[in-house]
Nanobody, 125 residues
Framework: QVQLVESGGGLVQAGGSLRLSCAAS????????MGWFRQAPGKEREFVAT????????DYADSVKGRFTISRDNAKNTVILQMNSLKPEDTAVYYC??????????????????WGQGTQVTVSS
């Protein structure tokens, strides 16, 4: 079992930045495919970014490409989502997700086994 805990959410003005962290306990994340998803009120949970195993390839939703960066800090057993140039439409609860080794569907909710509890990101206009 692995427990995932997100942190770093908050309120920021449009154009600002936030850095979300996903800390893991119970297992090392170095062999996990990791993803970030988000869910706005009244909407389905949607893919944001993934960092796949092996090789640490990255993939992003078109809506965040060029603004968000996903990375892995193996020393801290943490996955980071750096969010720049934030827009009001980025407002959502952001969730970290993980699956050991590869995922057949890294852009899909059902491609992951473990989930964090979420952290709120609010971007004001």
């Amino acid at each position: 079992q692995v427990q995932l805990v997100e942190s770093g959410g908050g309120l920021v003005q449009a154009g600002g930045s936030l850095r979300l962290s996903c800390a893991a306990s119970g297992r090392t994340l170095s062999t996990y495919t990791m993803g970030w998803f988000r869910q706005a009120p009244g909407k389905e949970r949607e893919f944001v970014a993934t960092l796949t195993w092996p090789g640490d390839s990255t993939d992003y939703a078109d809506s965040v490409k060029g603004r968000f960066t996903i990375s892995r800090d193996n020393a801290k057993n943490t996955v980071i989502l750096q969010m720049n140039s934030l827009k009001p439409e980025d407002t959502a609860v952001y969730y970290c997700a993980g699956r050991q080794y590869g995922s057949p569907f890294p852009r899909a909710v059902n491609g992951y086994t473990y989930w964090g509890q979420g952290t709120q990101v609010t971007v004001s206009s």
